[in-house]
Each structure stands twice: as C-alpha cells, then as structure tokens.
C-alpha cells in the first residue's frame, strides 16, 4: 500500500464545476503538499500546509491531522486548470518528499 | 521564491550512452533534490545533493548509475549513465528555499531508444 493515497485517478468535469481531489497519508508528517503538474512535466507547487486551511484564487486546500487527510478544491473550473494534482507527504524531521500518483483532471468547456 | 531552469528539456538518447542534466537556480540554496518520474509513475527521490559533500542516494539508486555534482549553490548536475530503455522517465531537480515549499523545475523528458 502506498503511503500517500489520492482519489480519484481521474475525474473529468465541466467548466464551472467544483472539484475536490483528496489525500489521504499513513505516515507521521510535517508538511503536506499539493503539486499541478501540466502536460510538460513541469511542476508548479500550489500550497503548503501542516494544519488547516489555506486558500489562493480558486482553490483550497484542507487537511485534518488527526484524520490523516488533506483535500483540493477548485471553484469555477476552468479548461486551463486541467493538468495532473499530486499530493506529497513531507515526512515529520526531514525535507524528503513522499508522492501520491497523482489526479489527472480534465476539465471540458 | 525560488526560480529553476533545466537543460535540456528533452533529448533522445540511445541505449548505452550517457546524458548530463543541468539544474540552475536563481538563488542560493543547501539543498538540492533530484526526482524520477516514470511513465505513470509518482515521483520518486533519487538523490540529495548538498553543495560541498557527497550526494545522499536513496535506495535503489547508486552513485555509478546516476553521479551528481554540486560545485556551488546554485547549480548541480545529474548524469544519467549507461542508459537503458527504462531510464526513460522525466527528471526533475527541486530546491527548498527559506524553510517553505518545494520549488521544482521544468523537468527534463529523456526517452531512451
């Protein structure tokens, strides 16, 4: 069983949807990061958090420490948000990065 | 915030030989994080590379296989030896910088013929 655990694989949504990404982690940690990664390969990291909840123009990102669970929402999709969202887990004393599969979201117009 | 570019972007490369990926950013950093992502694959951690001491390989992953230089703060080199068809992967160096998120480059797509 992986250590980070995202759901769903894919999803597919209209333009204007609300889309929730979830995370879920088994190990301790410190940090836990939600990452866009677009058709490139190049990744754009979105948020960082331990507790909480933070929020940048459309999206939010929860997490519940004691559930071991963190979610991404985006408000008002847009074609352009379509990409692949990762989750990575940053384990408690250390910079090292522990990474879901990814979601790979499209969103149609 | 941190700025990371990686050359090259992409290349094609026969089986045997041996590619050199340059990560530099634009701001010193300590640490220095080198990732494989293989097709349809999660990232994986292949190495840290402080500036000034030796690389630190995670399992499965040996210096001969993939030698990393740091020569400053602001600039490491991963090299991918003797290649095989699958070292096709994208590779990607990310920094960490003033203790928040991780920052990550462009990547570089290598596919091995």
């Avoid at chain 1, 948020?47 to 008002?76: D, P, V, W, Y």
């Avoid at chain 2, 941190?2 to 634009?26: H, M």
């Amino acid at each position: 069983k992986n250590e980070v655990e995202q759901s769903p694989q894919n999803l597919t949504a209209q333009e204007g949807e609300f889309i929730t990404i979830n995370c879920s982690y088994s190990v301790g940690i410190s940090a836990l990061h939600w990452l866009q990664q677009h058709p490139g390969g190049g990744i754009v990291s979105l948020f960082m958090l331990s507790s909480g909840k933070k929020k940048h123009g459309r999206l939010i990102a929860t997490i519940n420490i004691q559930e071991k669970h963190s979610s991404l929402h985006i408000t008002a999709s847009h074609p352009r948000d379509s990409a692949v969202y990762i989750c990575a887990a940053q384990q408690g004393g250390s910079e090292k990065l522990v990474f879901g599969k990814g979601t790979k979201l499209t969103v149609n117009p | 915030s941190a700025v990371i570019s990686q050359k090259p972007s992409r290349d094609i490369c026969q089986r045997g030989t041996s590619l050199t990926i340059q990560c530099q950013v634009d701001s010193q950093v300590t640490m220095m994080f080198w990732y494989r992502q293989q097709p349809g694959q999660s990232l994986t951690l292949i190495a840290t590379a402080n500036q000034g001491s030796e690389a630190t390989y995670e399992s499965g992953f040996v210096i001969d296989k993939f030698p990393i230089s740091r020569p400053n703060l602001t600039f490491s080199t991963l090299t991918v030896s003797n290649m095989s068809p699958e070292d096709s992967s994208i590779y990607l160096c990310s920094v960490e910088s003033g203790g928040e998120t991780q920052y990550f480059g462009p990547g570089t797509r290598l596919l091995v013929l």
